[in-house]
């Protein structure tokens, strides 16, 4: 087998086992940087290639998970970070030996959020991927698999650094909760979209769950996704027995599954956490005499947030693009553009989303503002407070590629005409953040009077948008609605050009306002307009979602039609089973400035936020009032919409920057007192872990609800950790883990604490820890979230702490 790409048309491949699970049993202790061993211990990590390599693997991984500057940083072997790489690669190559198969080099996450979540810039994490990706290149790796990654825009960064290095094979891969979501809320559907846009290899799922877990994650994605899948669960999830952590599920339970992972499509089937050479052989055996043959389906047009999937085109229903965002006839708009503010952007979001939109056009054209860093603030802003896909509409590529950087998901850009430099530019554009594009239907002639001529250049365009790899459902095509007051005949020219479009499979799109410019009650015109695109086959249109004739009319064409089953969303509008959208829209804020303290803390509205603190001061209510009956309640509303699935981790993250600047303002007023406190709190990593992601989240928010907390850091022994919390005498102490390796550090802490009579509550969390594994270890608390740390912190520290 030479070529990757054509051994997953004709086979399904095995991948090998846990590096780390391996290392640690010939002597990889805890807190030691596995990938040191490349260079110090190169045998062993040779042998660990070459039992998988014998146990049937086809695909043999190098060991450098984390051998990317941040991460080897922590063991100061940055300057070592080319050695380290390309020694990982020969070492795996020796391992497979004259065995058939792959080498697969590991690219594993830096332990940063990209900002506005973190504050790694996106390009910053670009570099930081491609300077690991080089040295494996160079070393001559088969594939680069991007694995274990948390958070979607870190995956796209090294994707995009894969693909800027080489053009070998991508894999790429998340890690889910047992709830189906990444840490910062994105599902499979929208992981699997938003990859695929990018055009990896694979897309699948590792680390997490247990192979129950991971065929559900891979049938979520199937639904969405026509590309390969991978999988690569962990042997069941971890316990503690005798003092070791174990995980459970035995050879034969890990191909209970393999019939349903081939239906899927999955080509790649491997083990992470806990699975050995033992696993690797019973993978292979039980794909021994199974029909391997799989189709992929068809590729479908769909976007994404970090959060939701939209699909347009085919049997979709035509979707509903936002138009509001534009500053085009507002002026406090254009002023908030050249100020750097996004209020009216924020509160036009909300609206359309109310009213309901499928997508928001984003425009931040005005003049003397600096639309790329607009464009960026806009995105930051419209995705803390909406889970809706976006549409970047500038015809500024230096804008363009700064929002196509700073979007989560899957996003369409307004858009791309049939002129040469407009070709030239903005398709590759597209392909290379994994974007659709809406064709405009003119060129260098202008617009076309007829609709051939207008179908004679959307097939231009498409036939551009296939050469640079774009696939044609990625493409919609605007026929262009021109304004009837001036050109009568072009109404019926845009129809009939979406009726020809429409019946050779291709998106379209319209303008649908433009159509009544400079007639009297244009909401008349623009919506019997609408529906007669509707009819005509109209794949997405941009209105104005807040406008309720132009609701009626797409309600009320979706019933006539027959898109609209029993016609039950028509009825939930207007039939009083729910409220009409429209009106959720126009519901106004909270009067009264505590009520609006608490929204802003809602929305995450870190911008306003201070002085609307100045405004209750100035109205004489007291700082604890403020903080109490403003602040609080609006971050007690957070958590429950995040414990419902209404919000997701970075709105959780925006609503504490804007509690932190809040409590900024209030401190002044208290001449240096600190607010009352709920109870001292000391977190850390444990010894051996230098990952604190989630650590550092549950500080923030536990801070954010009046808690002080002591925080040690990463990789903190427990002899740190019980002076600190006999120095500060605190009531908790929180613990926090990712690795499997380190899982045993939380005991010998606990041990510890009892050991020196410490008497505080233990809670624990982390991607590897249970509930079973809290309670075996004697935690008094577990939490599978931030937001779930802090509600069962409030009620422990109620009681008595316990006794030693």
């Known amino acids: 087998m030479s070529d990757f790409r054509q051994a997953l048309r004709e086979q399904v491949l095995i991948l090998d086992g846990a590096m780390g699970t391996m290392l640690q049993a010939r002597g990889l202790k805890a807190g030691d940087c596995p990938e040191r061993m490349n260079l110090l211990q190169p045998g062993v990590v040779r042998g660990v290639h070459q039992e998988y390599a014998e146990a049937g693997a086809q695909i043999i991984v190098t060991n450098t998970f984390g051998g990317n500057r941040v991460k080897l940083a922590h063991y100061e072997l940055a300057d070592q970070l080319y050695d380290i790489n ?36 996106f390009d910053e994490m670009v570099e930081i991927f491609a300077e690991q990706v080089r040295p494996l290149v160079a070393a001559g790796v088969d594939v680069l698999s991007c694995e274990t990654f948390l958070d979607i825009r870190e995956l796209k960064a090294a994707v995009l650094a894969c693909r800027a290095c080489c053009d070998l094979p991508v894999i790429a891969m998340l890690t889910f909760d047992d709830g189906g979501r990444t840490v910062l809320g994105t599902p499979p559907q929208a992981a699997a979209v938003t990859l695929e846009g990018l055009q990896v290899d694979l897309v699948g799922s590792n680390c997490g769950l247990g192979i129950e877990g991971m065929v559900e994650v891979l049938r979520q994605m199937r639904t969405v996704c026509s590309l390969p899948l991978i999988a690569q669960a962990n042997a069941g999830l971890p316990v503690l027995r005798n003092g070791e952590t174990l995980f459970p599920a035995s050879p034969q339970e890990m191909t209970a599954c393999h019939d349903e992972l081939i239906r899927l499509g999955v080509r790649v089937i491997g083990g992470c956490c806990g699975t050995t050479p033992a696993h690797i052989r019973a993978m292979r055996q039980a794909l021994e005499g199974r029909d391997l043959q799989w189709q992929a389906p068809a590729r479908r047009g769909l976007l994404s947030s970090r959060t939701e999937v939209v699909a347009f085109g085919g049997d979709a229903p035509c979707a509903l693009i936002g138009e509001r965002i534009n500053p085009t006839g507002k002026k406090q708009y254009s002023a908030e553009l050249r100020e750097g503010k996004t209020a009216y952007i924020r509160s036009a979001a909300q609206q359309q989303t109310a009213a309901g939109a499928h997508l928001l056009d984003v425009n931040c054209g005005a003049p003397g503002a600096d639309e790329p860093l607009a464009l ?23 804008a363009l590629e700064r929002g196509l950087k700073a979007a989560d998901g899957k996003v369409l850009i307004n858009s791309v005409n049939g002129e040469e430099k407009s070709l030239a530019t903005v398709l590759p554009l597209a392909k290379r953040y994994g974007a659709a594009v809406i064709g405009l239907a003119l060129d260098e002639e202008g617009i076309p009077a007829t609709a051939d001529k207008r179908r004679a250049i959307a097939e231009k365009i498409l036939a551009r948008a296939e050469a640079v790899g774009l696939p044609r459902c990625d493409v919609v095509i605007d026929c262009l609605a021109l304004t009837v007051s001036a050109q009568p005949d072009q109404a019926l020219e845009t129809l009939r050009a979406i009726r020809q479009l429409r019946q050779q499979g291709v998106a379209t799109a319209l303008g649908v306002s433009n159509i009544s410019f400079g007639l009297p009650q244009r909401p008349l015109i623009s ?57 959720a829209a126009e519901t106004p804020a909270p009067v009264g400035i505590l009520a609006r303290l608490g929204e802003a803390v809602l929305q995450g509205d870190a911008e306003g936020v201070v002085a609307l603190v100045e405004q209750a001061l100035a109205e004489g209510h007291a700082v604890m009032a403020i903080s109490n009956e403003g602040l609080l309640p609006g ?79 990463k990789n903190v022994a427990a002899g740190r950790i019980v002076e600190q919390a006999l120095a500060h005498q605190v009531d908790a102490v929180g613990l926090s883990a990712l690795m499997t390796t380190t899982l045993q550090q939380m005991q010998v802490t606990i041990d510890a604490l009892r050991a020196a009579s410490v008497r505080v509550f233990t809670m624990v969390g982390g991607a590897v820890v249970t509930q079973d594994y809290a309670d075996s270890i004697g935690a008094d608390l577990y939490a599978v979230d931030a937001m779930e740390a802090v509600d069962k912190i409030k009620v422990l520290l109620r009681r008595d702490p316990p006794t030693v």
């Open 527 to 583: 919506s019997t307009f609408f529906a007669m695109a509707l009819e005509a086959g109209l794949s997405a249109a941009i209105i104005n979602p807040c406008e309720a004739r132009m609701m009626e009319a797409y309600r009320s064409a979706r019933v006539l039609l027959q898109q609209d089953a029993q016609a039950a969303d028509y009825i939930a509008a207007y039939a009083g089973l729910a409220p009409p959208t429209t009106a």
């Open 376 to 398: 960026e603030r806009a995105v930051y802003a419209i995705s803390g407070i909406s889970t809706l896909p976006l549409v970047l509409d500038s015809s500024d590529l230096q």
């Open 635 to 713: 971050l007690e509303e957070v958590g429950r919409r995040f414990g419902d699935n209404r919000i997701f981790l970075p709105q959780v993250l925006r609503s504490a920057e804007t509690m932190q600047r809040a409590f900024g303002r209030l401190k002044q007023e208290m001449r240096g007192e600190a607010l009352a406190s709920r109870g001292r709190i000391l977190m850390a990593t444990v010894e051996g872990d230098i990952h604190d992601i989630g650590k550092n989240i549950v500080c923030t928010l536990l801070e954010n609800h009046g808690f002080e907390v002591i925080d040690l850091g």
């Open 86 to 121: 390309a020694r990982a690669v020969e070492l795996a190559r020796q391992g497979l030996g004259a065995r058939p198969g792959f080498v697969a080099a590991s690219i594993g996450p830096t332990g940063r959020f990209v900002e506005p979540v973190g504050d790694a810039g």
